[in-house]
């Protein structure tokens, strides 16, 4: 019913930039939280940046990338991004985007989905 399809991941050198973008498709009635998480083979995926409401109300970033990570939403879109600067080998991993959705499933009947991305591959070399 809804989908998740990122971009923007790729090989980059230390210290620099990249924009990942995440736009979700399909029948949504209204997005909740829009967020990345990303995850390293062998460890648990982490919460990196999450945007809720409307993209204004409240964000939130694991303190490692507080400084160099920036979420922002287009919501006309249905569109996160995040912008990446001063890479560093430890952000190299899987990003994934994630997003809380409405979806309408009937007569004054919906349904709350989490729904997730394929996830985008981020390498940083040093």
């Known amino acids: 019913q809804v989908q998740l399809v990122e971009s923007g991941g790729g090989l980059v050198q230390a210290g620099g930039s990249l924009r990942l973008s995440c736009a979700a498709s399909?029948?949504?009635?209204?997005?909740?939280?829009m967020g990345w998480y990303r995850q390293v083979p062998g460890k648990q995926r982490e919460l990196v940046a999450n945007?809720?409401?409307?993209?204004?109300?409240?964000?939130k970033y694991t303190e490692s990338v507080k400084d160099r990570f920036s979420i922002s939403r287009d919501n006309p879109k249905n569109t996160v991004y995040l912008q990446i600067f001063n890479l560093r080998p430890e952000d190299t991993a899987v990003y994934y985007c994630?997003?809380?959705?409405?979806?309408?499933?009937?007569?004054?009947?919906?349904?709350?989905?989490?729904?997730w991305g394929q996830g985008t591959l981020v390498t940083v070399s040093s």
């Open positions: 994630n997003a809380h959705v409405w979806v309408q499933t009937g007569v004054l009947k919906w349904e709350n989905l989490e729904v």
């Open positions: 945007s809720t409401g409307d993209g204004s109300v409240s964000t």
């Open positions: 399909g029948r949504i009635s209204r997005i909740d939280a």
